[in-house]
């Protein structure tokens, strides 16, 4: 068991809440803050701490642990009035576990910086049940040095560390992660309606392909939401929507090109436009429904 | 062990061969004919028999085996003067493991059965040491009593035998193979580019996607040759770029939408016209490279 | 005035029948042959001649023009048992006017070739309406000396008569011409669709669009469609998802890339697919309502 | 002859100096600021008035107007420190000519209300040859009266001068022209790649297709760069892709899904990161020359 550390956990979201619980369990001491007194109030009853403010939060804390939304978010949590590089002191470690772009990731780096305070960018996969049960993967952009000192507190939320280069690698990698996952996805729905107007089994054709080379991770574990045409998330269109915006910025940020998640990125905005938003990423298999002429249930 | 049949085998070359040769293993009486008389040597080392032509291979036969490269060698084979249906008789069990369209070998059956002779459509993956280890994946096509008749056979050739639909099913799920295939290959491609041109620690991010939602056979089985750059064949995209005329066809066929498909099929010719060819299929990273300016190796 | 000629012409459909008429009408001696009788009898009341089959109509005939529909018709009426290669002498001129793939137009002229018989391939674009004002634009491919000898019978039929190249080089050029069309049309339907969305009054758009470098013919002819959502055709989808398979086979046949075709093909098949087929090409317009999850009228 | 009005230009580029020196020939009071002391110099040389800053220019002016690269550099000078805003009295007409995303200008429009300032988004198009020759299109958004009362104005910068909606419409149309002009030249360079492959006689080829529904602007201007492998800009490909930027961000913005712009816009990108840059935009058939194997010269 690691030593136990001063941790200030600001952004109890969906995501964030059990993960500072986690952390708490893990023998650390958390103080919390959150816009929501109820989500400070859940972290205070699993044994952790409540602060009135990012400043108050933040005062003692040798790691600083945020978990927000989107980029303006990190932006203002961070690096905005009464943020977080306002109120720490030099040499404390700030870990930003938000996806978000690599850019803006790269950007709070280099101003922690200018005032020697350490970051890394950790965003994480795994969803909210990876987050309740500490299992999630966490890939991580830094320093090594850095990396290597937070490794106990990550390991305390996740179950697959990897450290995968400089600033904002971490958030190319979840990046890549959601390009592939959409794109492996999308196939997969083309595929289905192409088996399904040919007349074949689909059932048995997805069992046989799955144990092919074209298995994957989301034949497997999507196959079932694609059968029964059962869309609870899961992943929502409208979070990988958001997330396609991400790969596509940072894939032009740095010259990559990229025909076929371009596409992808066109038809997952076309499914949120279609009001499949709030549905798991696999109703993708409605769009393709939609473009092949075919009645949507 | 199952009753010893008397099989014709017609084509027997890097597949086919091999697959005859189990087949005599398995104790049947096989009867073996091609343009090489090498090949039908192989065989008949092996314990089986040569013929001289078609229609003497075929004459005792209770099952008839193709396996030719594509549309035009089945119709000449199976529908042409001096081919099978030519020299059969009603009853026969013809089954063609060659990938072609769904189309043709519809075409095929209704051919057949005009004339009282069955079919199914039993295309293979696994590749040429599929066939020699006897552990391909068999997708059949054809009518449920014909498939359990030829099971046996099947049993002796590969390890994953499905009957997916009526004629043409086999040829369907072969095709969706192949598109789902080809599609994760290039995203995996994009994902590379992307990674490497952001300064990413590619082997530690392939690692992490491997384990979450992003993974699939493909990265498994082809990430060290894109971290390599080491494109030994493997699968040719020549052959896939002939899979992919099959997919776009047979998904126009039945009105299908494939965006995604439509476009990789291009970058697949592209790999193709750029002499790419001889190459194994993760080659498509080299296209990508192309695209976003890179020197490729 | 070019010197009469004595011309069979193969073929008298909404096409065809205006066309022959317009040779009649240019002094020319025309023999018609159609699976209609009452076509025939158009072409008789013009002036011209009937005939009871191919052989009939072919047989004194120094030119023969074919008119028919899509490839297997042309391999049938040239190539096919009682077709115009076995029933016309050597030297005669066969001219085929339908819209088919270059590959086809290449093989005929081959075995026409073999036989001593000259062949132009020569597809026309215009629509009905420029077949009866005999406005065509018309698009040859073939020997120059048999371009020139055909040249005054081109000029009865249409304003634009250009020899593009050898054989096959008019459908190439047809081709190229459906290609640049239906995505002109779709990016102008992707315009309309954001323009309209981001509140924009979309006439005055339109007139200043076209008055610059996004000007094009397409626009110039289909802004009314659009604005009005009128798709009465025109050139229908149905046909362009013909042509698009032409253009999408012919240019894979000769290893050119075409990334924005090829997606353009899957819009024009999805059109299809949603019941869009009997209407105006501009209703693509419709399938981008329903990639953006607005309601189609 | 409009009534003279009191005018200060901020940004003197390629593009902002000859319109302001337009706007002196047209009897206007001008006063102009840029970072370029020459490019003020010309201004003045030219009969206008030169200012130290901003707030100098800006002090008794009766309409502002803004011409400078990207949104962050009308963000700086309008609303920033220091800027626009900051240092006019109310009723101001500020007129921003720029070409940047809807969204920032509609932001603009906002913030300036908010202090009884009027705006209009004014973009061009027409490059600096249509500058220099006051026959820009100019596309305008915002207020009707605020259009009514700058129409003078623009009729001295250019010839095609529309009012097409509220606030960033102008900058919509504009992003709506480059995405037509993008995908126009994609498809062109897309056909001549292919009709080249199959041998056809480009020249004679284009002009058929000039004449027919194929025919465009951007067909008649850029063929001769395309024939002859000219790419002298004209309108760079860095530039466009900047443009292609925007059009992806607005429309995603409002919903409106752009398949084939997409595609474009990473095939701009692509043509950027090979080079190309620098190049004219109808450089974009060496992309197509790169995926089909070709040389490219």
Chains 1, 2, 3, 4 share one sequence.
Do not use: Y
Request: hydrophobic fraction near 50%; avoid cysteine; glycine fraction near 12%.
């Amino acid at each position: 068991m690691s030593a136990s550390r001063k941790i200030a956990f600001v952004g109890l979201g969906i995501m964030g809440k059990p993960m500072a619980v986690n952390l708490v369990k893990a023998g650390h001491h958390v103080t919390g803050f959150d816009l929501s007194q109820a989500s400070i109030d859940t972290v205070v009853a699993a044994g952790g701490h409540g602060a009135a403010s990012i400043a108050d939060a933040v005062k003692d804390a040798e790691v600083v642990i945020t978990m927000v939304p989107a980029d303006p978010h990190v932006e203002a949590v961070i690096l905005g009035e009464g943020g977080v590089l306002e109120n720490v002191g030099a040499g404390t470690l700030v870990i930003d576990m938000s996806s978000i772009t690599p850019q803006t990731s790269i950007k709070v780096g280099k101003a922690a910086r200018e005032k020697g305070v350490r970051t890394l960018d950790a965003p994480v996969s795994g969803g909210e049940a990876g987050a309740i049960e500490a299992v999630l993967s966490i890939m991580v952009g830094g320093e090594a040095a850095d990396f290597a000192e937070a490794k106990p507190l990550f390991d305390a939320l996740g179950t697959t560390v990897v450290h995968v280069g400089p600033d904002g690698a971490g958030q190319t990698v979840k990046a890549a992660n959601q390009l592939i996952v959409a794109v492996n996805i999308q196939v997969l729905a083309e595929a289905v309606v192409f088996l399904e107007n040919a007349g074949v089994d689909l059932a048995a054709a997805l069992d046989v392909l799955g144990g092919g080379l074209a298995g994957s991770t989301v034949l497997n574990r999507k196959k079932a939401n694609m059968l029964n045409r059962e869309f609870a998330p899961g992943f929502r269109i409208d979070l990988h929507h958001k997330d396609m915006g991400i790969v596509t910025d940072a894939a032009r940020a740095v010259g990559a090109a990229l025909p076929v998640g371009a596409v992808v990125a066109q038809l997952v905005a076309s499914a949120r436009a279609n009001g499949d938003g709030p549905l798991d990423h696999s109703a993708l298999l409605r769009g393709v429904e939609r473009l092949s002429g075919r009645e949507v249930k």
